[in-house]
C-alpha cells in the first residue's frame, strides 16, 4: 500500500512558476514509477508527465514539453513537477499517482494503482 500526499499548488500569474511535490509512503518507493496528471475544470483527466522508478526515463504531454520537469528524489520518497511558464490552460487539479506493476504505461491512468488526492494549481491572465 502506497499513500500520496501532494503538496505546492496555488495562485500564480500566467509566465510565473511552480514546483509540486509528492510525498509517498512506504520504504518501496523506487520500485515505483510515478506519474503526474491534472484534471482542468469540466473536463477529464489528463497526461501530464511521468518518471520511472530510478528516474531514468521521464515522458511528457506535448502540451507541457520544454516547461515542466519531472524528477524524484528516492531518498526522500518524494516525486516533483517544476512548472515554469504557466499558462492559464493549465488551471487544474493536479494528481500524482504510483504504477507498480512489471509493464508500464506512463500516460494511461487507468494503470496506475495509488492517487493522491490532488493539489489545486490556478493560474491568472
Known amino acids: 500500500q502506497v499513500q500520496l500526499v501532494e503538496s505546492g499548488g496555488g495562485l500564480v500569474q500566467a509566465g510565473g512558476s511552480l514546483r509540486l511535490s509528492c510525498a509517498a509512503s512506504g520504504r518501496t518507493f523506487s520500485m515505483y514509477a510515478m506519474g503526474w496528471f491534472r484534471q482542468p475544470p469540466g473536463k477529464e483527466r489528463e497526461f501530464v508527465a511521468a518518471?520511472?522508478?530510478?528516474?531514468?526515463?521521464?515522458y511528457y504531454a506535448d502540451s507541457v514539453t520544454g516547461r515542466f520537469t519531472i524528477s524524484r528524489d528516492n531518498a526522500k520518497n518524494t516525486v516533483y513537477l517544476q512548472m515554469n511558464s504557466l499558462k492559464p490552460e493549465d488551471t487544474a487539479i493536479y494528481y500524482c499517482?504510483?504504477?507498480?506493476?512489471?509493464?508500464?504505461?506512463?500516460?494511461?491512468?487507468?494503470?496506475?494503482?495509488?492517487w493522491g488526492r490532488g493539489t489545486q494549481v490556478t493560474v491568472s491572465s
Open positions: 499517482a504510483a504504477e507498480g506493476g512489471s509493464s508500464w504505461y506512463p500516460t494511461q491512468p487507468n494503470k496506475y494503482d495509488y
Open positions: 518518471i520511472s522508478g530510478n528516474g531514468g526515463r521521464t
